[in-house]
């Protein structure tokens, strides 16, 4: 006997069905995290530092305004990455 977890999966592979990828699209896949996972990075170390500085000259209500440009920058970014990931994605569809 199955388990639910087992059936769900079965109906799901038959809806759509899960492609194999090669090792090149793998890699390409991967570089796309690579780049975007340094991007965040730079903007990350940019803005902390700025909120850093905002926040040592007391400026709280900077470093708040900064922080939130961060989370917002971040986000943009992941979107970004999915986005470009999705894309490359459906060029592996034949």
Known sequence: MKSAYELA????QQSTPSIALTD???AQLAEIDSQFKAKIAERELFLK???GKARMSGEVGE?????KQL???VQRFRDDREAK??????????
């Not at 999966?9 to 799901?12: A, V």
């Not at 990931?85 to 034949?94: G, V, Y």
């Open 49 to 51: 530092a700025e909120i």
């Open 9 to 12: 999966m079965e109906r799901l």
């Open 24 to 26: 090149e699209q793998k």
């Open 71 to 73: 989370a917002i920058d």
């Open 63 to 67: 470093a708040d305004t900064l922080e």
């Open 85 to 94: 990931k999705e894309k490359l994605r459906q060029s592996f569809c034949p």
